[in-house]
């Protein structure tokens, strides 16, 4: 005998699967959608703690900037400062020089023989000037001042005879280079 079976059982299992299926796919799109949405919020988060940190090191940026600003400047003065010492050392060694060569060309000049009238100096060059009763107390008094030891070379430039007060004396020009470092 041949049994039929009337319940519909197939129609039911194929209810069940597509509720199993529909079930199954709405937990997949949950699942999906919570992991979306997991990763936006971390992403979100992440993009908010880099900005913050682009604030704050902008706000670094700026001290650093004011205190490099800062630096510069001390370094200008420092420089200025240096220049400034630098100045003060060499008019220091150069006051003891000035006095020395002063010392040796008065004490050089041959006692009512001879005297200056002009002395100038200039970057390493001495020019001077005076009247003598005669070329020997200028041969003299070039040959003495040429043994000072700042004293490179020592050149006559012109020696001319004049009248003064009806006197015949002899005005001479003289060139002499000082010595480097003295």
Not at 21 to 42: A, D, M
Not at 68 to 75: A, I, Q, R, S, V
Not at 94 to 116: C, D, Q, Y
Not at 127 to 136: C, S, T, V
Request: proline share 2%.
């Amino acid at each position: 005998m041949i049994k039929i079976n009337l319940l519909p059982y197939r129609e039911e299992q194929r209810k069940t699967t597509l509720a199993r299926r529909t079930f199954f796919l709405v937990v997949v799109v949950g699942v999906f959608l919570f992991l979306l949405g997991s990763v936006h919020t971390v992403m979100v988060m992440s993009v908010t703690r880099v900005e913050k940190k682009v604030v704050q090191a902008e706000k670094e940026l700026q001290e650093l900037k004011a205190i490099t600003g800062d630096l510069e400047k001390f370094k200008q003065d420092k420089e200025i400062v240096e220049k400034k010492l630098n100045i003060i050392e060499n008019l220091e060694k150069n006051r003891h020089f000035t006095v020395k060569l002063l010392t040796v060309l008065a004490t050089e000049i041959p006692s009512g023989a001879m005297w200056l009238t002009l002395l100038d100096e200039q970057e390493r060059n001495l020019r001077l000037e005076g009247i003598a009763r005669d070329n020997e107390a200028i041969a003299h008094y070039m040959t003495d001042i040429e043994k000072a030891p700042f004293i490179d070379s020592v050149d006559l430039l012109s020696s001319q005879q004049t009248v003064i007060s009806g006197e015949k004396l002899k005005s001479f020009k003289i060139a002499c280079r000082i010595r480097e470092g003295a």
